[in-house]
Every structure is written in C-alpha cells, then in structure tokens.
C-alpha cells in the first residue's frame, strides 16, 4: 500500500513539530510528511528532530497560510510529485492575552487570517483534490477554548469558536466523497505556546488607555493560568497520541479532546447551561 501524503501547516514547534516528525518517523513507513512553516529560518529544530526521515518522509517546505500563493503553490507542488492529498492537518495559529481594546485592529485581523481563514484556505485548496479521489482527512487543531472562552483571549477564543463551527458544518457535506473532518481540542500544553502568549500578551504601551481597574483584573487572571492545579499543561506525547489516533482511525469522530481534563471543562460548561446529550460534541 502507497503511503499516505500528509500536509501540517504550523511545524516548526510545538505540535506541528512533534507530529509531523512522529507520523514520518512511522515503523511501517505509512506517511510521506510535508511538514510547512511561515518562516524556514526555523526549520533547524524539525529538521535535527527527524533524523534519518528528512527528505525521505519528512520533507519540510515554506507555507505562510496567510498568502494565497503560496497555499496554491504548496498543493501543486504535491500534486506534481504524488498525484494526491490524503491527509491535511490545520494547525498554524497564534494566540494573544490581553484587553480587547488594547489589541489593535490589524492584530485581531491578523490572528483571524492565520487561525481561522488559514485554515479555510488550506480546506479550500485540498478539497478538490479529495472530492476526485473521493477520499481524504482532515484534521483541525482547535483548542478547548473553542468551548469554553476563557478571559482576556478573545480573539483566540473566537478563532477557534469559528473552526469548531466550519468542521460541524463541513461533516455532512463531506462524507459522500469519502472525506472525514474532525477536531482535536486540546487544553495547555507543555510546548513553548504558553511562551509565546505570554511574548504576544500586551504590552504597557498597548495598555495605556486601558483602567487600572482591567489590567489590575488582567493580571490577576494571568497568575491563575500559571497555577498548575487549575491549569496543569498536558505533556506533547499524549497530545500526539490522540492526533494519530484521528487520522488512522477507520470511522473518525467529529472530536477529539485530548485529556479527561478538556472533556471535564466542557462538560461542567455545558451542564450549567442546562445543555443535555453533551456526549454528541465528541462523536
């Protein structure tokens, strides 16, 4: 059997790195990964982490999800070499912890562009490929956030609102063609994403015409997240080992939370507000 050709956007930390580097890494050799980043001033890291898979089944490729020709190129590129797509993995994103009013107009638009409406071009772009081969996966990185929103992360929160929404409205409509779509949401993680919140929340200039009242709560809130018995980070294996499960499994669900953590959130969420059957956010 041909292996299957893997598309992860967002690989050069975090989990786009770890996944991409265990699916080409695969005893059985059953993935061909083109694992992209924005910038390939950072592709050292992936490319030590491979090993002997680099340019065998991991090969590693410039995409900024943002630019419409560079997701066209991407796709004919791999189409060029292998003729299909049988696997896209949504995972580029970034996130922001401050006021609202203190994010400027071009960063919430900026976070939108990259989290949400990358995410629709990627889908945009593979989707022909796998409505003519009449198979495929595709596998959103969403978060627990897009359930349960917590405070001073507006934007992320709604970005990843927005993808849970597309994925719901993308199952039906995808299933005669042979194409599976799901979500994995997981909550902190051990990867240095919670560092580039923290480098990305605002800062004193962005805060200048915020109250002291919001950034006295602000801050009070952002020592909450450090504590690990509310928010203890789940470690990246784990996180991986829930993605690999979505992608090879023979009947996929919509979603994957990936610890009894996430599930537990939501669900007390949902349970407040009187919500019953929560276990259909999972199938």
Request: aromatic share 8%; charged share 25%.
């Amino acid at each position: 059997m041909a292996p299957l050709v893997v598309l992860i956007s967002g690989c050069s930390t975090g989990i786009g790195l770890a996944l991409a580097v265990r699916l080409a890494q695969d005893p059985d050799k059953k993935y061909l990964v083109y694992a992209t980043m924005r910038n390939l001033a950072k592709k050292e890291a992936i490319e030590k982490a491979a090993g002997d898979a680099l340019d065998k089944t991991l090969f590693v490729r410039q995409l900024d999800v943002t630019v419409d020709d560079q997701v066209k190129t991407i796709f004919e590129f791999i189409m060029g070499k292998h003729g299909r797509v049988d696997v896209l993995v949504n995972n580029a994103g970034f996130g922001f912890f401050g006021a609202l009013e203190a994010m400027s107009m071009e960063k919430a638009k900026n976070m939108f562009d990259t989290n949400y409406f990358g995410t629709v071009r990627l889908i945009r772009a593979a989707l022909p490929i796998m409505k003519k081969q009449k198979s495929g996966r595709i596998v959103n990185i969403s978060s627990v956030v897009g359930h349960l929103a917590l405070p001073y992360m507006d934007m992320y929160n709604a970005s990843k609102f927005a993808m849970e929404g597309l994925s719901e409205s993308l199952l039906p409509q995808l299933k005669n063609f042979g194409i599976s779509i799901s979500t994995v949401q997981p909550g902190p993680v051990a990867t240095n994403f919670g560092e580039a919140l923290a480098a990305n929340a605002s800062t004193e200039e962005d805060n200048k015409d915020v109250s002291e009242e919001t950034v006295k709560q602000m801050t009070a809130f952002r020592l909450l997240l450090h504590k690990p018995d509310l928010f203890a980070a789940q470690q990246t294996e784990p996180v991986i080992d829930v993605i690999v499960e979505c992608v090879e499994a023979d009947k996929p669900k919509l979603r994957y939370p990936t610890s009894d953590s996430v599930r537990s959130w939501v669900a007390k969420r949902y349970r407040k507000e009187g919500v019953t059957g929560l276990e259909s956010l999972f199938e």
